[in-house]
């Protein structure tokens, strides 16, 4: 497992932040359940593929929403504090994972 400079934001979330990020979450689990329902309901593949690659999108989008706030957060301070390279090479580490 690999080590994080930080195990919390360098700037705690607004309670907005949050919200909207679990807001997001919250519609996409719903997708999640409606494929299920339509899996159990025996519906056309193709109907069923659409809806997984629209919640594909939909997690990537919020995954590019963390990571903005990340860069903008975590990074900078990192780097005005003398870390930014750690913070980077962590950055590009999981941004290899998430481009898989």
């Known amino acids: 497992m690999e080590k994080f400079l930080h195990d919390q934001p360098s700037k705690p979330r607004t309670n907005d932040e949050k919200q909207k990020v679990i807001n997001r979450l919250k519609r996409i689990e719903g997708q999640v359940r409606g494929i299920q329902k339509m899996v159990e ?22 995954g590019f929403s963390v990571t903005e706030r990340h860069l903008n957060h975590c990074v900078s301070d990192a780097i005005r504090q003398g870390d930014g390279k750690d913070a980077i090479d962590e950055l590009m580490n999981v941004m290899k994972q998430f481009s898989k």
């Open 41 to 62: 309901d025996d519906r056309y593949c193709m109907d069923i593929l659409v809806q997984i690659s629209a919640i594909q999108s939909a997690l990537k989008n919020v």
